[in-house]
């Protein structure tokens, strides 16, 4: 049994497709997926999927790159998706230094504001962060600060929460990072780049963290594992995220797949 613990089902790469995908999971054994949201129009669309799916759960929230559509209402109407039922999560939220489309001000203004309504409910967070290159640590670096803030204040307001906080999806920073957004109680989400030869510091890092920190997810329709490397990513490729950390870890599959079954059942609560 396996989740994927982060997937784009809403976006129109999957349309006409996606009772056949999600059946296609199924198959292959997985029993959870967590859809978030990146604005206000896919978080709803993403509530509806879980309403339509018993597989698929939502997080809902405000990405950097979508900053911009953030107004005086946003907050509200992210507070009232989130108390929907399985809506298990605050995101994705986070920095993005990638992609200019927003300034870091703007950006670092609406993840901190989601946070602190992420504390107010109870809820864990999902976050994203994208260096502006490999060589450069800031995004990662000054989300982990910010993060490192935040639960400090949850220690005093809700010490179960500041024990699972959320996860780092589709971690891409270095090892001292790494061992930060552990340190914090963050679970690393790893996704299909693991298998690709070149991730050299993606391997360091899984290779030195505990089983105990990360999460699997397929961040699809993106970032394709191999064997389908350059093909739409979807749910049931998860499994070849999970080989690969068995093989990385030394570990047989079945205790990867358990293991990081239980690290999302903690967080998400699902
Ligand atoms: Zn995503």
Known sequence: MLSDTHCHLDFDNFDNERTEIIDRARRAGVIRILNPGINILTSE????????????????????????????????????LAAKPKVVAIGEIGLDYYRDRTPPEKQLKIFKLQLSMAAKLGLPVVIHTRNSSSDDQKATSDA???????????????????????????FSGDLISAQKAITLNFCLGITGPVTYKKSNELHRVVGSVPLESLLIETDAPFLTPNPFRGKRNEPAYVKYVAEKIAEIQELSYDVVVETSQTNSERIFLW
């Not at 982990?144 to 589709?170: D, Q, R």
């Open 144 to 170: 982990i600060k910010i993060l490192a803030i935040w639960i400090e204040k949850l220690i005093v307001t809700n010490s179960e929460l500041a024990a699972c906080p959320g996860v780092l999806h589709s």
């Open 45 to 80: 669309n993403a509530l509806k999927l879980a309403q339509q799916y018993p597989e698929v759960y939502a997080a809902v929230g405000v990405h950097p790159n979508e900053a911009d559509s953030w107004d005086e209402e946003t907050v509200n109407r992210l507070q009232i």
